[in-house]
C-alpha cells in the first residue's frame, strides 16, 4: 500500500499548447504511469508458474473424458501463444524509441510466454499428447513467423497494436472462459464452482490453467484498453478511427498459420466456440462500452466529429459522450460533462 501512495497514478494534469510534440509527450507520460500500476499489479498478484500452480494430476485423472474438439481448440491456441517471441519482437520494433511502451511489452511478454507452456502441460498430462508430439507441434509453429504488417496493415503503428492488442485480449478472455466452460461440463462438472473447488481457492485439472490464464488476459485487455484511453485524450480522431478500424477488421491472430489450422476451422465449426455473433455480443460491444460508447454507431458518429475538432484544443476542452457526441468548452477551468 506504501509503495501505491508513492507513484500517483491518475490522470497527469498538464496544459497546453496542444502542439502534437506535446500530446505525444502527455501521452507517454500517463503510458508510463500506466505501465508503473500494470507492472506492480502484475508481479504481486498475478505471479503465477505453469509448472508448480497447476492441478498436473487432475488433469492425468480427467484427461480422458475430454473430447477431441476440446483437445485441437487447446493445441491450437498452444501454437497461438507459441508466437509470443513474434509478437514481442514486432512491437518492440513498432514502438521503438517509447521506451513506456517497450516496457509494458516486455512485461506482457513475460506473462504470455507462460501461457503456451501451461497449454503444453494440459495436453501433456491429460494424456492426449505425448512429448514428441508437442516437440513436433511447435517446431512446425516456429517455421512461421508472424508480423503485424503481413497480417494487419495499416495496425502495425504504435497506436495500432495498443487498439489491436485492447481487442484481441478481450476476445482471447472470452474464447478461454469459454473453454474453461466446456472443459467443466466434459468433467462432468457444474458450470458454477463447487464449494470444495471454491474452498482451495482453485478449479478443478484444466479448467484451473484455464481460469488462471484467463485472469491474465483480462488484466492485459485492461492495460490496453487503457493506453487507448490515454490516446484518446490526447489524438482524439487518430486514436476513435483506429479502434474503429480495428474492431471492423479484426480477426485472431495466427490462426491460418497455424499447422493444424484445418482441424480448429473444423473444430470451431462444430463447438461455435467463437463466432461473429459472440465477437460482436461478448467481445466488440464490451470494449465499446468500456471506451464509452453505446453502441458501434457511437463509435462512428465521434470518428466523424473528432475529424471536425478544431485543432488546438486539448483534453481539458473536449468531452465525448455516449453517443459519440462531442461536447466542447473553451474555458479550460470549467468542468466539462457529457451532454
Ligand atoms: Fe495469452
Ligand atoms: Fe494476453
Redesign the pocket.
Known sequence: MLHEQQTPVTPLVINGPWTREARERAIAEEVKLAYIEYFRKAVKTRNWLPWDDLPLREMEQYGHMLSEDTVTLVESFLGVEDYVGDYVEDTINIVHGKRERRNIQLQ?GA??SK?AEAWELVLLHSGRRTKEQLETYRDQVAEHRWTMYENHPGFDTPLGVAAY?MV??RA??FNYEELRKRIRSEYGLPEQTTEEERKRGKQIGAAAAFKIVGV??IA??GMFLRVIDIYKRYLPYETLDMVFRVLNGFNMPALHILPNAEELKASLERTKLYTPLKHGRFVANPVLDAMGFNNKRALERAVQQAKLLPTGLGPEHVAIGRDGEFVISMQPDAEIEAA
Open positions: 506482457w506473462e504470455e501461457h492488442a484481441q485480449e482471447t478472455y491474465d488476459e492485459h485487455h
